[in-house]
């Protein structure tokens, strides 16, 4: 299963990075992000498709993307999951 989305600008970069790394320092809005995704990144700045992608914490999606994810292994899912082909997030949750 894979998403198919646009490259990430380098804005979204660090937009999706802030938002990895306040999950690693705040316990609270990492479990709100894996619990809830939408609530958790409604006032985030994140594009449509940003919240799409992080939403599923999906390790080699977020790779893909150019994003390096060592420092946020230990929360992020890790799977086989490109990010080239349409998927709904309804189907990832």
């Known amino acids: 299963m894979s998403l198919h989305v646009k490259p990430l600008t380098s804005e979204g970069k660090i937009r999706v990075e802030n938002i990895l790394q306040q999950a690693a320092k ?3 809005f990492r479990e709100l992000l894996t619990e809830n995704p939408k609530e958790a990144l409604k006032n985030s700045g994140l594009t449509e498709e940003e919240i799409s992608v992080i939403s ?3 390790r080699v999606a977020l790779e ?3 994003i390096d994810v060592r420092p946020f292994r230990g929360f992020l ?5 490109k990010i080239t082909e349409i998927m709904k997030l309804e189907e990832i949750a």
Do not use: A, P, S, Y
């Open 64 to 66: 893909e993307w150019g």
């Open 77 to 81: 899912r890790d799977n086989g999951f």
């Open 56 to 58: 599923t914490m999906r």
């Open 26 to 28: 705040d316990i609270k």
